[in-house]
């Protein structure tokens, strides 16, 4: 169905390492793949989307890769820092409605 | 203009109140939405307006009424609530078409006591 599975729930990594969270979906009519970003308290933030004619898409630290055959994309930070600290969800959306359905979340932890 | 203005940003109701929630963007989009999130948890979808007519309602119970009085503006009428409907109510808004991402309010922070 419509559901996305997102892994893993917590990361914890030293400033200035790589992080990655992955996503992946069922629905083979997905075709837009959002990525937000939540601080404690504060709205989710769009930080980085991809569309399903796309392989790959980066914005200075982020980017985000989509392998449509295996059904999953994944989101990338390199040189991470103390203020990416935060909740991040995937979401898909696609098919007959505008409808965005979200992953459960991970909670990034940038240790200084 | 590119923001979600919700209000107000904190609600605390009883659970004989009515009271209601208010969302307004002036970005064009003529897709506008309801979610409601729990503490560590993702949003999750009550209600979708596309061009102010109701599409979707995800089984939310009849105490939660949205409203869309014109493009601008959704609102949400709430009545009778429980103590497990405190929760952050989020509005948010997209262009129509299925590969936008939404625009996200800041949020009303409800209480139910």
């Known amino acids: 169905g419509e559901n996305v599975e997102q892994h893993p729930s917590t990361l914890s990594v030293q400033e200035g390492d790589s992080a990655v969270i992955k996503c992946t979906y069922s629905?083979?009519?997905?075709?837009?793949f959002p990525w937000y970003k939540q601080e404690l308290g504060k709205r989710p933030q769009l930080i980085i989307d991809?569309?399903?004619?796309?392989g790959e898409k980066k914005d200075q630290r982020i980017a985000v890769t989509l392998n449509k055959t295996a059904k999953h994309f994944s989101l990338h930070i390199t040189e991470t820092q103390p203020e990416d600290s935060a909740v991040y969800f995937c979401?898909?959306?696609?098919?007959?409605?505008?409808?965005?359905?979200f992953g459960k979340g991970t909670l990034l932890t940038v240790n200084p | 203009d590119t923001e979600v203005t919700q209000t107000p940003k904190h609600l605390v109701m009883g659970m004989t109140n009515k009271k209601s929630l208010k969302c307004e963007q002036h970005?064009?989009?003529?897709?506008m939405y309801w979610y409601k999130q729990k503490a560590k948890k993702p949003p999750e979808l009550m209600f979708v307006?596309?061009?102010?007519?109701?599409?979707i309602n995800e089984s939310v119970p009849s105490r939660f009424s949205p409203e869309c009085p014109n493009s601008s503006l959704l609102n949400l009428h709430l009545h009778a609530l429980q103590p497990e409907d405190s929760a952050l109510y989020l509005c948010?808004?997209?262009?129509?078409?299925?590969?936008?991402?939404?625009?996200f309010g800041s949020g009303t922070r409800l209480t139910v006591v």
């Open positions: 948010a808004s997209s262009p129509t078409g299925q590969d936008y991402g939404y625009t």
């Open positions: 629905d083979s009519a997905s075709n837009y």
């Open positions: 991809i569309r399903s004619n796309v």
């Open positions: 979401a898909r959306s696609g098919g007959s409605n505008y409808k965005l359905t």
């Open positions: 970005m064009g989009h003529r897709a």
């Open positions: 307006y596309s061009y102010e007519k109701l599409s």
